[in-house]
């Protein structure tokens, strides 16, 4: 009953396309580019969501909304966000029968706007610090789309602060990667490196760009969210300024931090197999489903329904409202009933057969590793609680050990050459190279900077690229 999805060694863009089907996560849009998120993947983005929102508010930040449409004239305001952007704007000339006086950017990112905003709210000291996020739609025009992981239109989150001083700002830079990694690693089973961004790879108009970075199971990097320290450079192109506690004006300094369902695309990377989806117990919308089982339907609806429903009732006050289903699609061979949730990522599955209820019991079926074994109803509830944090923590455990085991150190730009053809995952290497040399590399070999490491931040060597002493370490890695 596989057939439906390609195994991952002979087509991995093809299999990642094919889980994402069998689990009716999305679909394609009728605009190029463009995907429509189905119910399966959306019940999944609002579970992401949940976690950072509530991380966000715990941090002191607010939601608000921001417009859509951004005149043309604030992305020009700051130099290099026009030009990092610019290529990927969709910009509308005509409404209302009209054409424009000036053309709208669908927003790609709302820096400008905000910014825009900020400046009329900012008069003194006492108005900062602003700690704002928005949840949104964003439009970036991609010439090559792949669902979740690149889309014209996507969403995310996307928080902008502004702080009196550089210290606040960077601290609250930092502060929200953090944040990001926890939730990413305790939440999603996505261990992350967490580095900054290499001047070649820092977004358009930041000072600072600090990222989070995870292997996928093809062994390629994937940017899961980045923290951007600002400085004043927004604040400067749109006149954020206050008047200090000493009677100065003085410029703010901003900062900006998101992630997006790209993040969907990493838990179908990082966990799934040739089966499906697989989803980590603490943001799967549905954590277990119960299946009452049996030849004859009389007994199945008179005796092992209700105790389903029973055991699902206990569950859900356990582990939260609708966290636990039972299937009742008794028009279904057994069989196909336990593979559509399989294929589904559903974490665990709660059999309820004649055998079972005669012993007063259920069959625990592990997603993760498939092992299944009984246990008596009184135990259940505890059980099953216990089971999914260890599917829980098994699926990060496995994915982090599958990290290690493909990273590598090189001492020279021959033997990173070697490395990555013959074993690919992430390269550690100290490097001291230029936006040039960054460009170099990325064109001979696809290989980029993924980010100097923040654990390893004091480690210096030899530059594996131009001999240079003192040389940060990095981590290099072909990446989606």
Same mark, same amino acid.
Request: proline residues 4%.
């Given at each position: 009953?596989?057939?439906?999805i390609t195994?991952?060694e002979e087509?991995y863009s093809q299999?990642y396309?094919?889980v994402i089907?069998a689990?009716?996560l999305?679909?394609?849009?009728p605009v190029?580019?463009?995907m429509?998120i189905r119910?399966n993947?959306y019940?999944?983005?609002e579970?992401i969501q949940?976690?950072?929102?509530?991380a966000?508010k715990d941090?002191?930040?607010v939601?608000?909304?921001?417009p859509?449409l951004i005149?043309?004239s604030?992305l020009?305001k700051?130099a290099?966000?026009?030009e990092?952007?610019?290529?990927?704007c969709?910009?509308?000339?005509?409404?209302?029968g009209?054409e424009l006086?000036e053309?709208l950017?669908?927003?790609p990112?709302?820096?400008t706007?905000?910014?825009?905003?900020?400046?009329?709210w900012?008069?003194?000291?006492?108005?900062l610090p602003i700690l704002?996020?928005?949840?949104c739609?964003?439009?970036?025009?991609?010439?090559?789309?792949?669902?979740f992981?690149?889309?014209?239109e996507?969403l995310?989150?996307e928080?902008?602060t502004?702080?009196?001083t550089?210290?606040?700002?960077?601290?609250?830079t930092?502060?929200?990667?953090?944040v990001?990694r926890k939730?990413?690693?305790e939440v999603?089973?996505?261990?992350v490196?967490t580095?900054e961004?290499?001047?070649?790879e820092r977004?358009?108009?930041a000072?600072?760009?600090?990222?989070?970075?995870?292997?996928m199971?093809?062994?390629?990097a994937l940017q899961?969210g *980045?923290?951007?320290f600002l400085?004043q450079?927004?604040?400067?192109?749109f006149?954020i300024?206050?008047?200090?506690?000493?009677?100065t004006?003085e410029?703010?300094?901003t900062t900006?931090?998101?992630v997006?369902?790209r993040l969907?695309g990493?838990?179908?990377?990082t966990h799934?197999?040739?089966d499906?989806?697989?989803?980590?117990p603490n943001?799967a919308p549905?954590?277990?489903?119960?299946l009452p089982l049996?030849?004859?339907?009389?007994k199945?609806?008179?005796?092992?329904?209700?105790?389903?429903?029973?055991l699902a009732?206990?569950?859900?006050?356990?582990?939260g409202?609708?966290?636990?289903?039972?299937?009742t699609n008794?028009?279904?061979?057994p069989?196909?009933?336990?593979?559509?949730h399989l294929?589904?990522?559903v974490?665990?599955?709660?059999e309820?057969?004649?055998k079972?209820y005669?012993?007063?019991?259920?069959?625990?079926?592990?997603?993760?590793?498939?092992e299944?074994f009984?246990?008596?109803?009184d135990?259940a509830?505890?059980v099953v609680?216990e *089971?999914l944090?260890a599917?829980?923590a098994?699926?990060?455990k496995?994915?982090?050990d599958f990290?290690?085991?493909?990273?590598?150190?090189?001492?020279s730009?021959?033997?990173?050459?070697?490395v990555l053809a013959e074993k690919?995952?992430?390269i550690?290497a100290y490097?001291a190279?230029?936006k040039?040399?960054?460009?170099?590399i990325?064109?001979e070999t696809?290989? *980029?900077?993924?980010?100097?490491?923040?654990d390893?931040?004091h480690a210096?060597?030899?530059?594996f690229y131009t001999?240079?002493?003192?040389a940060?370490?990095a981590?290099?890695?072909?990446a989606?």
């Amino acid at each position: 009953m596989a057939k439906n999805i390609t195994p991952r060694e002979e087509d991995y863009s093809q299999w990642y396309l094919d889980v994402i089907k069998a689990a009716e996560l999305a679909d394609y849009a009728p605009v190029r580019g463009c995907m429509v998120i189905r119910p399966n993947g959306y019940s999944l983005w609002e579970m992401i969501q949940k976690h950072f929102d509530e991380a966000f508010k715990d941090t002191g930040h607010v939601n608000a909304y921001f417009p859509l449409l951004i005149p043309n004239s604030f992305l020009e305001k700051e130099a290099d966000h026009v030009e990092g952007f610019a290529p990927e704007c969709a910009v509308v000339t005509h409404a209302g029968g009209e054409e424009l006086e000036e053309p709208l950017v669908v927003r790609p990112t709302s820096e400008t706007v905000i910014g825009h905003m900020y400046s009329k709210w900012v008069q003194s000291w006492r108005d900062l610090p602003i700690l704002i996020n928005q949840w949104c739609n964003v439009m970036r025009w991609e010439k090559r789309s792949r669902l979740f992981l690149r889309t014209s239109e996507f969403l995310w989150q996307e928080g902008h602060t502004a702080h009196a001083t550089k210290e606040e700002a960077m601290e609250e830079t930092l502060k929200m990667l953090g944040v990001y990694r926890k939730i990413m690693e305790e939440v999603l089973a996505l261990p992350v490196i967490t580095g900054e961004k290499s001047e070649g790879e820092r977004f358009p108009g930041a000072d600072n760009t600090y990222t989070c970075e995870a292997m996928m199971t093809d062994k390629k990097a994937l940017q899961a969210g *980045t923290s951007h320290f600002l400085g004043q450079n927004f604040a400067k192109a749109f006149d954020i300024t206050f008047q200090s506690k000493e009677g100065t004006l003085e410029y703010a300094w901003t900062t900006s931090w998101g992630v997006s369902t790209r993040l969907i695309g990493a838990i179908i990377m990082t966990h799934s197999d040739n089966d499906g989806l697989i989803v980590p117990p603490n943001v799967a919308p549905v954590k277990a489903v119960i299946l009452p089982l049996g030849a004859e339907e009389a007994k199945v609806t008179e005796l092992y329904e209700p105790k389903a429903q029973e055991l699902a009732a206990t569950l859900n006050d356990i582990l939260g409202k609708r966290s636990v289903k039972v299937d009742t699609n008794y028009h279904m061979r057994p069989a196909d009933r336990f593979f559509y949730h399989l294929q589904r990522g559903v974490p665990l599955r709660i059999e309820l057969g004649e055998k079972e209820y005669s012993k007063e019991s259920v069959r625990l079926v592990r997603r993760d590793t498939g092992e299944r074994f009984d246990v008596s109803w009184d135990r259940a509830p505890e059980v099953v609680k216990e *089971t999914l944090e260890a599917i829980q923590a098994n699926l990060y455990k496995r994915a982090k050990d599958f990290r290690e085991s493909n990273t590598h150190f090189v001492e020279s730009f021959d033997e990173f050459k070697k490395v990555l053809a013959e074993k690919g995952g992430f390269i550690k290497a100290y490097f001291a190279g230029s936006k040039e040399d960054e460009r170099a590399i990325k064109e001979e070999t696809m290989a *980029t900077v993924r980010c100097f490491p923040l654990d390893e931040e004091h480690a210096r060597g030899k530059c594996f690229y131009t001999g240079k002493e003192g040389a940060r370490l990095a981590i290099f890695a072909k990446a989606y």
